[in-house]
T-cell receptor, first 109, second 112 residues
Framework: GIQVEQSPPDLILQEGANSTLRCNFS?????LQWFHQNPWGQLINLFY???GTKQNGRLSATTVATERYSLLYISSSQTTDSGVYFC???????????FGKGTRLSVIA | NAGVTQTPKFQVLKTGQSMTLQCAQD?????MSWYRQDPGMGLRLIHY???????DQGEVPNGYNVSRSTTEDFPLRLLSAAPSQTSVYFC???????????FGSGTRLTVV
């Protein structure tokens, strides 16, 4: 099956710093989503981004489908950005999401 | 729009008991999935459905049953609970093939 690898596994940032999270996948994908799991366990959809670039406030994401990777950028990080960031892909619209193991981000004041 | 609703939020079971985790969505989404999340691991797929009457197994289906008799509901049944099924369970749904998934808030299950 498809493999999804996220890096780095853990990241500690000072408040106000910028960061880039990476997601590599082993096959061509139909869909790609980035999620944030907050400290209360909720999974929040950040981006649905099978290709191209999207921005939402301080967060942006870029997927280069031909090279099988996606990047999530967090600028001017805040303590509320802490949690685990997951990348998930599916091979076709009719197959379910396969998740990476996540990047655990801690933002300290 | 309530989104994806999971009940209960917390549950403690004794080994061997059975129970049903409920998942309902009011967005008329065709696709629904169940995942489990264990410490240090990502989310692993248990079962999924691409429409009413259609279900399929995921990566870790053993010990779980599902059915999809309506578009709105996708219950997950634990047949005989085991301590290895202690986990957080998430249900998700999406409108169609080229849409993103929305997740419920999860059910934290402990089997003693």
């Amino acid at each position: 099956g498809i493999q999804v690898e996220q890096s780095p596994p853990d990241l500690i940032l000072q408040e106000g710093a910028n960061s880039t999270l990476r997601c590599n996948f082993s096959d061509s994908v139909n869909n790609l989503q980035w999620f944030h799991q907050n400290p209360w366990g909720q999974l929040i959809n950040l981006f649905y981004i099978p290709s191209g670039t999207k921005q939402n406030g301080r967060l942006s994401a870029t997927t280069v489908a031909t090279e099988r990777y996606s990047l999530l950028y967090i600028s001017s990080s805040q303590t509320t950005d802490s949690g685990v960031y997951f990348c998930a892909v599916d091979l076709s619209g009719n197959t379910p999401l396969v998740f990476g193991k996540g990047t655990r981000l801690s933002v300290i004041a | 729009n309530a989104g994806v609703t999971q009940t209960p939020k917390f549950q403690v079971l004794k080994t061997g008991q059975s129970m049903t985790l409920q998942c309902a969505q009011d967005m008329n989404h065709e696709y629904m999935s169940w995942y489990r999340q264990d410490p240090g691991m990502g989310l692993r797929l248990i079962h999924y459905s691409v429409g009413a009457g259609i279900t399929d197994q995921g990566e870790v289906p053993n010990g779980y049953n599902v059915s999809r008799s309506t578009t709105e509901d996708f219950p997950l049944r634990l047949l005989s609970a085991a301590p290895s099924q202690t986990s957080v369970y998430f249900c998700a749904s999406k409108r169609g093939a080229n849409y993103g998934y929305t997740f419920g808030s999860g059910t934290r299950l402990t089997v003693v």
